[in-house]
């Protein structure tokens, strides 16, 4: 985290990249249902996602260990901020940043939705059309969206398991 600007979604990105495309450590879905787990859990996605990581790849060591290496670079950063934040330089460079910044998160959602769209599941694809439509067009609270999504993942989930067991039955 001391070498990213623009929030925990641009740590996902670098998560993604070095965990599942560079070392394989996990799968594009293992890392796609951790961006949705950090996402829908409180506090900042950047700790929670090191938080699910770190368990997931070296157990309570590496999750202590992965939500230090989030939190300490920041928190040290964040005593010579009044230093800097003062100066012309630094202030013309952050906000320059920015664009660099949209298009990393955007380059990681693009990403993440490709692998969705590639599942070829009509369920999830309206799940994500649905979403991106709640947000942009209609200016749906975030929060309402990751419920709805939520209630309907279980809702979809419970319809199965009674299907399983009703066709179980029936043998």
């Given amino acids: 985290s001391a070498f990213t600007f623009g929030g925990g979604f641009v740590i996902v990105t670098f998560m993604?990249?070095?965990?599942?495309?560079?070392?394989?450590?996990?799968?594009?879905?293992?890392?796609?249902?951790?961006?949705?787990?950090?996402?829908?859990?409180?506090?900042?996605i950047a700790v929670n996602a090191a938080i699910l990581v770190?368990?997931?790849?070296?157990?309570?060591?590496?999750?202590?260990?992965?939500?230090l290496g989030t939190i300490l670079p920041p928190m040290i950063i964040s005593f010579f901020y009044s230093a800097f934040s003062s100066n012309l330089f630094v202030a013309l460079a952050l906000?320059?940043?920015?664009?660099?910044v949209a298009a990393v998160i955007l380059d990681v959602a693009w990403d993440l939705g490709e692998g969705m769209v590639k599942k070829k599941s009509l369920y999830l694809n309206l799940i994500l059309a649905g979403?991106?439509?709640?947000?942009?067009?209609?200016?749906?609270?975030?929060?309402?969206?990751?419920?709805?999504?939520a209630g309907t993942g279980i809702l979809r989930a419970v319809l199965q398991k009674k299907d399983k067991e009703g066709r179980e039955?029936?043998?």
């Fill in 16 to 44: 993604k990249r070095k965990f599942v495309d560079t070392l394989h450590w996990l799968d594009e879905q293992e890392m796609l249902d951790f961006t949705a787990l950090a996402q829908s859990s409180p506090g900042a």
């Fill in 54 to 67: 770190g368990l997931k790849i070296c157990g309570a060591a590496g999750m202590a260990a992965a939500v």
């Fill in 95 to 100: 906000k320059g940043m920015q664009a660099g």
């Fill in 131 to 149: 979403a991106f439509a709640a947000d942009l067009f209609l200016g749906v609270n975030v929060i309402y969206i990751i419920l709805a999504a």
């Fill in 169 to 171: 039955g029936s043998l």
